[in-house]
């Protein structure tokens, strides 16, 4: 049951025990404040001779426009080979309208007859948020069954977190848009890449303490070439001049390794689990194969478009000793750290550092992700030097949660700890920032198309 702000009553019910002849599938249902009466009930959307959906809500919220976000799992098919629990959301007005409802299905493994093993694995999402984006996000898990499971012989295949990102009207980036949503990216439309697709990164050195000097990198398609006995696109880097060799295979991108002698694969834009790379260290000796884990896909929208973002976490990378976390735009490359993966950097002292993605353009796309232009430069000062009375950050020191005022609640914010490498980056949640681990840090806002920089302790 979810109570609202002004005191209403909303709760989910298999039947509607006005009418027994109705649907028995799942209903939506609101009481006034003072519980005495229901104001409406909303059924959820079933056809008894085709899918029989049977629903089960496991969360609601109250959206920023009053309507009511619920979230659950759905069961439909019965007898037939796609029988098998979904997640699903829907979205009611506050007067009992059902706007629409979406229920999302996990493909199962391509090699298992369906006629055994069933289309689907099972999956239920179990809480929904509304960001203040309008973004909606969904979270609960996705498992095979014990029997599809004893097909795949993969025990860490048995049940994964599952973390859901859909717009407004519960689309999902890369999937056609209708009431069932197969979650297996057959609609997704990558950006091409072909010559003239330049990527603007921004680059930072820094000159002591906080302050630091901001400029920005490029990498542009030029021409193409024959490396390796294969065609693969010639790549400058704008700094340097320095040129690598980058091929686009469907999803896959991948880069020429001299030192390996061969293509090092960097990205699958289409992947939602897992993939290895092979890499050779870049400042010593050595090398291993990474592994890219894909912990979530989640979605943002840029300048009107929604992206597909992967979260990936990479074991046994070479640069860290703990996994290094990265985010990527499906069809363009990291949101932060280069075009490249960070792979086998343990021991290089690069003298600046590539850090957020500005701007991605193509001859039919032109995205900025900053908000400033793509060739700006500027330097960051002292934080003495930033500290006005019209920002407020508190409490500081603070056991983790930072409150920002004085600037727009979703403003982006870069967070550095004492060695100047970001841990952090994105943007501010209705004004508010968690930090996890104790220690010192610098904290970068965006305001006034410039930046300010604020030390923070977390205790």
Known sequence: MHVSENGSYYYFSKLNPEDIWASDNGWINKLSPDMEEVEWRTPLPSEPFSNNWEYNARDFIEAANGDIIVCGEATGGGWHPDDSDNGFIARISPDGKLKWTRIYRHPNVDALPVDTFRIYRYGRLNKVIETPTGQIIACGYARYSPFQLSAIQDMELSSRLWLLAVDANGCLAGEECQDVIVLDGAKTALPVFDIGTRWTYEAETFAGGPAKSVSFETYEIVDTATVGG??????????????????????????????????????????????????????????????????????????????????????????????????????????????????????????????????????????????????????????????????????????????????????????????????????????????????????????????????????
């Open 230 to 459: 294969q065609t693969a696109f010639v790549l400058e880097e704008g700094s340097t001049g320095d040129l690598q060799y980058l091929r686009q295979e469907g999803s896959l991108v991948y880069f020429w390794d001299a030192d390996l002698e061969m293509y090092q694969l960097n990205y699958d834009f289409a992947a939602n689990s897992q993939y290895g790379t092979q890499w050779t260290s870049q400042c010593s000796i050595g090398g291993g194969i990474a592994m890219m884990r894909v912990d979530s896909v989640t979605q943002e929208t840029v300048m009107g478009d929604t992206l597909p973002v992967q979260h990936l976490r990479i074991e046994n990378n070479g640069t860290l000793n703990e996994d290094l976390l990265t985010r990527v735009y499906a069809g363009i490359g990291q949101m932060s750290g280069g075009l490249r993966l960070p792979l086998g950097y343990g021991l290089c002292d690069p003298v600046r550092e590539i850090t957020q993605l500005r701007c991605f353009e193509n001859d039919s796309l032109q995205y900025n992700f900053v908000g400033y232009p793509c060739d700006s430069t500027f330097v960051l000062t002292s934080a003495s030097e930033v500290e006005r009375e019209d920002i407020k950050i508190f409490p500081n020191p603070t056991s983790g949660r930072l409150t920002v005022e004085g600037i727009a609640p979703s403003a982006l914010y870069e967070l550095y700890d004492a060695g100047g490498r970001v841990i952090q980056n994105g943007r501010l949640r209705n004004s508010q920032l968690y930090i996890e681990q104790p220690g010192f840090y610098w904290l970068k806002l965006r305001m006034d198309n410039q930046w300010k920089v604020v030390k923070i302790l977390v205790f």
